[in-house]
């Protein structure tokens, strides 16, 4: 049902005409999700509690978030068929992002995270001034994804330290300062 055959353009989307909506016959069907859950642990085997999982998707789509329980689970409902990173972070360990090719129920998932690691750095310019307030995030691939969320200001000399990075960190590819 459209009003327009502009409307045609869009592949996939369910799209309604307005009158659709002001006489109530519009109905929207949603396709039941798929379920990712599972425990985090340390490599101990003990659970890490309230840690942060976070569903890194597009940029055109909003991340989804959760934490762990006490016994380290957690579980993400209605998720699309799709290739998922989820991003794992808990104060004292190193965060980790592990890609998922989801496709059906994945109730089992267990994630183990390392001890944190130490990252230092330095921001400067082309100078070799330091910059002050400068805030470092931290992001891998071609792309600079950002698959955390920690970002870091730097200090009165340019410095900036990150107490819970991950063992092998990833590529800084870039800053920015605020005055």
């Known amino acids: 049902m459209t009003d327009s055959p502009e409307m045609r353009r869009y592949v996939g989307v369910n799209r309604f005409a307005v009158s659709a909506f002001l006489d109530g016959s ?9 379920l990712v859950a599972g425990n985090v642990f340390d490599r101990k085997g003990q659970p890490i509690p309230n840690a942060l999982i976070r569903q890194n998707r597009s940029s055109a789509e909003l991340d989804f978030t959760t934490h762990t329980a006490h016994d380290g689970r957690f579980s993400f409902h209605n998720v699309k068929a799709d290739n998922v990173m989820l991003a794992i972070e808990a104060d004292g360990f190193a965060p980790q992002e592990i890609s998922l090719n989801v496709t059906g129920d994945l109730p089992h998932l267990r994630v183990d995270l390392d001890s944190e690691a130490l990252l230092r750095g330095t921001v400067v310019d082309q100078s070799g001034a330091p910059i002050t307030n400068a805030t470092v995030a931290f992001a891998t691939g ?18 900036f330290e990150w107490s819970s990075a991950p063992t092998v960190p990833p590529g800084i590819h870039g800053y920015s300062a605020r005055v």
């Open 26 to 34: 519009a109905a929207m069907v949603l396709k039941p999700g798929m």
């Open 142 to 159: 071609e792309r600079a994804r950002v698959p955390f969320q920690k970002r870091i200001r730097t200090d009165d000399t340019g410095r």
